[in-house]
């Protein structure tokens, strides 16, 4: 009321008046990431009258328009922080004030984040998120983001290097709050550790962000350079000599380097980015099959052992321009280029052997199968987005996003005699599937009330055109038709969707509630079949959140939401790939996605010395995509995706960050979960009925950091993840320990560390693991073990480097089907 009074006073004696425009933006103290739903309420000077208020945006800014000439100051709060006051400003007419960052500092318990004494805060508990700092994981540092990824409570990585979220396979990634909608194992394998500022694990995502990945999402942010500057940060990395090397035909080799610079000044922000990495690993497998024929009434034997190593190395660039024309006009492109290579070398040999079932021996056949599959791709993209604000501090963003990836390969399979032998039989099978996709995104962003209304629409689009060949030399004329094996794949996806959500928070809650819409189509042309396969769906996804603090040190936390589990386009192709002597790995063109509906419930504590957490979970899930095994001959089983008709889960998670002194810093988290399969499923047409499996399974990340000296730091980590059952079988645990010290040189200008992996020691427990699987007519099981012991030396240099708003692209399809 007060300030319409002096508006129309203004108006009646100066027959006009302008309006004053004052504007600013909320960051975290310790991190200097923006506060989304901080409160920020404008007050008169002289009689502390409110004049008004509201909440920054996403990105922390606040502004105020229509306000009179005058001395005010502001309050700024927001939970688990303590309360900013300004200092007595003036407002004139005709002047926009803009205040620049107002800093809010942790509390001293802090409600919602874990607060370290003497450290930076290591981990966050938000409303829907969970934050951890990535420099806290010294033995990732030099390595790959999964590195960083495997010490997080929700997330596990068995032998063969697959990431699992509350143990489930499926999970979205975003690159700085952008969606990847390509495979995260491999584009995660590419982005470096050491350029990792903060991973948040949303376990629960709201309507505004894409419904894709059973267990929830995975957002990393990436470091950047400080406000008005020029900053440089460089890693270097480099392997010693393996230790375990298992008879391979090639050492491995290991060292990489990465590179990033940032200029930042007036209206520009620009950050350029470039990386190299060979990566490879020595490894061995031993393995058993047996297969059953009753019509014929044998049974056959194929145990098997050999090399099973990788050589593999990758190369990007990325660049990212942000200009701000004013306050209101921001615009940014993104470019991106590399390549990745990898090729895999099993190396093994065979004893085949066929009894009948009292155990005579008809026949035995030893033989050398040497198998290298061989998969690349070169990656192009580019991407634009463009934000508006408007007077009343709502936003308008739209973005859109452009890629190509040409992906090709080879498996060749060659068997002889013995290594250097006779040559009995060569088979190849060279692809190539080059992808193409885009997005569209309109969204509109706007205080409603004492919260934050958002809205918006997407478009995506992907389409892969491949080309599968089978060959075989010598042609044998008593192969049957060939013509199975060879052929063209054209998948198509296309998807439409509009989602409408508020947030709010008032006095001890915070809430959002969201709904999402989507009409997505799905068609895969095949050579082989003149049919195409056509799915069309159309969803609603519902998400609601509650964060509520019943005082100072405890908060209790509830959400749900529906998300979806999409098929690659690896899984819907049925062209037959020989990717073994023993397998055929075929798809299936008419899989259905997998729905998901899951609830949380959590309490947070926080205390003077650290803080701790525990979440229950439930998750139900329709039409789960197994990778089950059938018997195709009677010494190749084929491995077919298929649907499951129904799987639960019900889980805890623990995780407790705590420092009993001042040099001496603890993470621990855990998870354990029981997940069940049930139903029929068809294997190429065939019914199969499985038999409920459920178990207890449970993994555990552990890391402790010991402040030797002010410039000196040892670390130690532990993961380990319990067996675990499957559709058809068992994997057996897995083990990995780590140890690295660093050393702060130079002011911090400079650091190196070394870095001891897979701590094993001739135990023989380390980096291996046993996958198993049986059915009514075979059995097989084989145990995948890899390098221990691995030393590795890092050095980084930083030149200037801390914070800025350009985010570098990344893969957006080609990586999911690399």
């Known amino acids: 009321m007060k300030q319409s009074i002096i508006y129309f006073l203004g108006v009646l004696f100066s027959g006009s008046v302008t309006a004053a425009e004052l504007s600013g933006r909320v960051i975290d103290n310790e991190v200097n990431e923006p506060l989304e739903y901080a409160s920020v309420a404008l007050y008169q000077a002289n009689s502390s009258e409110l004049i008004t208020g509201g909440i920054t ?89 999964i590195d960083v990824l495997k010490n997080m409570p929700s997330v596990s990585v068995n032998g063969l290097g697959e990431i699992s979220m509350r143990g489930a396979s499926g999970f979205l990634l975003l690159i700085n709050g952008k969606p990847v909608l390509t495979d995260p194992q491999s584009m995660l394998n590419q982005l470096p550790a050491n350029i990792i500022e903060n991973v948040e694990l949303i376990t629960s995502p709201s309507a505004k962000y894409d419904p894709d990945g059973k267990g929830g999402i995975i957002n990393i942010t990436t470091k950047k350079g400080t406000t008005e500057h020029t900053g440089l940060i460089v890693n270097l990395k480099g392997g010693l000599p393996s230790t375990t090397t298992f008879g391979n035909e090639e050492n491995p080799v290991r060292y990489a380097a990465d590179a990033s610079f940032n200029y930042q000044q007036g209206k520009w922000d620009i950050t350029l980015s470039g990386n190299y990495s060979r990566d490879d690993l020595a490894g061995f497998r031993d393995g058993e099959v047996s297969i059953t024929n009753g019509e014929n009434g044998t049974i056959n034997h194929f145990p098997s052992a050999g090399e099973r190593s990788f050589y593999r190395y990758n190369y990007m660039g990325r660049a990212s321009v942000s200009y701000a024309a004013d306050e209101n006009n921001v615009i940014s492109v993104g470019v991106l280029s590399g390549k990745r290579y990898q090729e895999r070398d099993a190396n093994i040999f065979y004893t085949n052997s066929q009894t009948d079932l009292q155990n005579n021996l008809i026949y035995n056949f030893n033989y050398y199968n040497a198998n290298k599959q061989i998969k ?67 969204d509109y962003r706007t205080q409603l009330g004492s919260g934050t209304f958002e809205t918006g629409y997407q478009f995506r689009n992907d389409q892969q055109d491949g080309v599968f ?29 509009v989602y409408a959500q508020y947030s709010a928070q008032r006095e001890r809650i915070e809430y959002s509630a969201g709904l999402r819409y989507e009409y997505s189509t799905r068609t895969v042309h095949l050579s082989t079949d003149p049919n195409p396969h056509k799915l069309e769906l159309s969803n609603l996804f519902p998400s609601v959140s509650a964060l509520y603090s019943l005082d ?32 055929l790995e075929i798809g299936d063109p008419d899989l259905r996605p997998e729905l998901v509906n899951s609830a949380e419930l959590g309490l947070i504590k926080t205390f003077e010395k650290g803080s701790f957490f525990t979440t229950a979970y439930y998750r139900f899930s329709k039409d789960p995509v197994q990778r089950v095994n059938s ?34 810093n603890v993470y621990a988290g855990s998870n354990i979960y029981k997940q069940k399969y049930e139903g029929d499923l068809l294997i190429l047409g065939e019914p199969l009925m499985i038999d409920p499996k459920e178990d207890w399974v449970y993994s555990i990340n552990a890391n402790s950091s010991f402040t030797l000296a002010p410039t000196w730091n040892l670390s130690a980590n532990v993961n380990y993840l319990s067996v675990r059952p499957t559709a058809q079988g068992e994997d057996s645990r897995f083990l990995s320990p780590n140890l690295s010290l660093k050393k702060n040189l130079f002011g911090n200008l400079m650091t190196a560390s070394v870095q001891w992996q897979n701590i094993d020691l001739g135990m023989n427990e380390s980096n291996r693991q046993r996958i198993t699987t049986w059915g009514e007519d075979f059995y097989t099981t084989t145990n995948y073990i890899y390098e221990t012991d691995m030393i590795l030396v890092n050095l980084s240099f930083n030149l200037n480097w801390k914070n800025s708003n350009t985010k570098l692209p990344q893969s957006e399809f080609g990586e999911k089907e690399f």
């Open 469 to 497: 060949d089978y060959l075989i030399t010598p042609a044998d004329p008593n192969q049957p038709d060939l013509d199975q094996f060879s052929g063209t794949a054209l998948s198509k996806n296309r998807i439409n969707s």
């Open 57 to 145: 945006n996403e990105s922390g800014h606040f502004s105020f328009n229509e306000i009179s000439a005058g001395s005010y100051f502001i309050q700024v709060q927001f939970m688990g922080y303590e309360k900013e006051q300004s200092e007595v400003f003036e407002l004139t007419r005709e002047r926009e004030l803009h205040l620049g960052d107002i800093a809010l500092r942790p509390a001293k318990v802090m409600v919602d984040e874990i607060a370290v004494t003497g450290t930076k805060i290591q981990a966050y508990n938000k409303l829907e998120k969970q934050m951890y700092r990535a420099d806290q994981f010294e033995s990732a540092q030099g390595g790959s983001a």
């Open 631 to 664: 018997v195709y001959a009677d010494t190749i089983l084929n491995r077919v995706y298929t649907n499951v008709e129904k799987a639960t889960a019900l889980g805890l998670e623990l995780g407790v960050n705590i420092q009993p002194v001042s040099w001496w």
């Open 552 to 583: 100072n040190d405890w908060k209790l936390k509830a959400a749900y939401s529906r998300r979806i589990a999409r098929s690659s386009n690896n899984q819907l192709n049925p062209i037959p790939e020989r990717e073994h002597s023993e397998t």
């Open 376 to 442: 690349q791709g070169t990656f192009t993209l580019g991407n634009l987005d463009y934000t508006h604000t408007f007077a009343n501090q709502s936003s308008l963003t739209l973005s859109g996003l452009y890629e190509y990836d040409d992906l090709y390969g080879n498996t060749h399979n060659y068997n002889l005699d013995e290594p250097g032998g006779e040559l009995f039989q060569y088979v190849q099978n060279p692809y190539e599937k080059p992808i193409k996709g885009y997005r569209l995104k309109a």
